[in-house]
Structures are given as structure tokens and as C-alpha cells.
């Protein structure tokens, strides 16, 4: 047990996926009692085990499942609707299926005075920071947060040097209209989790309709979120900031409809 443990931190530290299962109940004859764990990554291979047989190949479903919903899940298994006749235990297991993903990584384009709030706001809600800017003299140390990576680069050098997976999350947030268009452009092919983009209505509208005139599909460009951030009444940057990690969470979450948690009786109407 030791060991898988190790294991499991080991797995962590090298920022992989895959899904801790735990037997954490057992009744009857079973394979494996409480406490059995496995790690189950996304191709289907196992460490480890939970009993074997067809609770183990049960188990391996649904931990694809949990890996693609990204939530963790508790799931109760009755041995002898599993099994055939070669194999019946008779008993019931009960496993929890913990997904482990990598680190989200935020890539904000442009270090400007939203861009700084951003990474402050957008690190406290857990996500790894990286900020890109072209402007000579952009980055104080201070007006960061302390892990965040800052990176004096053109825009398109950056782009084309890293890899962009589905574990990035885009925010693009420079001061200049075209340096938006060409990094939205640069990174609309990529399955990032989430692109965003600051501007006006009027303005995300005209780079929209320039990327289409330069055979972008509308397809891919329906997946920005633009203007970033949810529509809250923002006017300085920490508002504005606030909005877009709003916006990423929901879509972390799958939140489709945003409301409030509160419910307002008639007498504060």
C-alpha cells in the first residue's frame, strides 16, 4: 500500500493524468476489502488492483468516464450482476474514482493592468500562471504573484515554441487590436480548455470578421469567450479580472447557467 502511495506522489510530481480508485467498502465475498486501491490512467493500463476479474473491468469504464467529466465520483458495485458463473463472489463493493489532472496552466497575453489582476485573482483559484508580454520594462516582480512565470517575448516566438494542450487556459488581454487578432489566430487551433479575449463588442466583431476573410471557420472562432469575462457591471481591472476568473470556473465547473446563490425574499425587493 506503501508503495502505491509513493507511486501516486511520484505520478503527481511528473503532472500526469489519471484516477485513484479506493475501495472503500466491502461486503460479503469479495475480491478485495476496504482500503484496495488502483491508479487507472487515460489508455486504460492499471496499478495496482481492486479484485480482478469483472469489478476490475467495471472499473476501468468508469474511470474514463470520471477522467472525461473530470469529477471525482462514488460508485456501488453488486458482484453478482458483474460476474459469470466461472467466477461469482456474490458480495458488494463500493469504489471511489478520484480523477488526477495536471496543473491548469493560465497564459495571459499582455501584462498591462488587467493582466496583472488577472494573475493575481486567476492564482488564488488555483490555476498556474504565465504571463506574455512584448513591452520592454512590463514586469514588476511585485505586482505578481510569486509563481508566476514572466516571459519577455514577441507574441508569435512564444506561441510557436509552446505547445498549447487541454490543460491551457488563454486569456488574451494586450493593448493593441492587432496583437489580438494575432494571437487569436495563432492559438484558435488549439484545444485549450478555454480562449478568451478582452475588448468591445465593436472590436472583437471586426477581428472576427477578419479572421473569417482569412478562411478561419466560424466553428472554431464560436469557442472564444469574447468579450472575456462575465457581465457583472466591471469597470477596473480587479473587476474585470474577477469577471474572467468567474467565466474560466464555469467552464471548469460545466456551468451552463449563471445565478445567484442567494435567494431574495419580497421585503429586500
Not at 458488494?92 to 493560465?106: A, I, K
Request: aromatic share 6%; charged share 25%; net charge negative.
Amino acid at each position: 500500500m506503501s508503495e502505491l502511495i509513493e507511486r501516486i506522489a511520484f505520478l503527481k510530481k511528473l503532472n500526469q493524468t489519471f484516477c485513484i480508485v479506493t475501495v472503500v467498502d466491502s461486503s460479503g465475498a469479495t475480491p478485495r476489502k476496504a482500503g484496495a486501491r488502483a491508479i487507472i490512467f487515460p489508455d486504460s493500463s492499471m496499478e495496482g488492483t481492486v479484485g480482478g476479474g469483472a469489478i476490475e473491468l467495471e472499473a476501468i469504464k468508469v474511470a474514463q468516464t470520471v477522467l472525461n467529466q473530470k469529477k471525482p465520483l462514488f460508485h456501488h458495485f453488486e458482484l453478482d450482476k458483474l460476474e459469470t458463473d466461472a467466477m461469482i463472489c456474490g458480495g458488494s463493493m463500493s469504489l471511489f474514482f478520484e480523477p488526477v489532472l495536471p496543473d491548469r496552466v493560465l497564459t495571459i497575453f499582455g501584462g498591462g493592468h488587467v493582466g496583472k489582476s488577472l494573475a493575481r485573482v486567476a492564482s488564488e483559484a488555483d490555476w498556474q500562471i504565465r504571463v506574455v508580454d512584448e513591452r520592454e520594462g512590463i514586469f514588476d516582480d511585485k505586482c505578481f504573484p510569486e509563481n508566476a512565470e514572466l516571459i519577455h517575448d514577441k507574441f508569435p516566438n512564444f506561441i510557436a515554441k509552446n505547445e498549447l494542450g487541454s490543460n491551457d487556459w488563454i486569456a488574451i488581454v494586450t493593448p493593441k487590436h492587432k496583437n489580438d487578432e494575432q494571437v487569436l489566430e495563432a492559438v484558435i487551433h488549439s484545444p485549450a480548455a478555454y480562449i478568451g479575449m478582452m475588448g468591445s463588442p465593436k472590436k472583437v466583431k471586426e477581428i472576427m470578421t477578419s479572421l473569417v476573410e482569412k478562411g478561419i471557420s466560424q466553428s472554431l472562432l464560436n469557442k472564444v469567450y469574447a468579450p472575456i469575462g462575465l457581465n457583472i457591471g466591471t469597470e477596473t481591472p480587479g473587476d474585470i479580472a474577477i469577471s474572467i476568473v468567474s467565466e474560466m470556473l464555469a467552464v471548469l465547473n460545466q456551468i451552463e447557467t449563471i445565478k445567484s446563490c442567494s435567494q431574495k425574499q419580497e421585503k429586500y425587493l
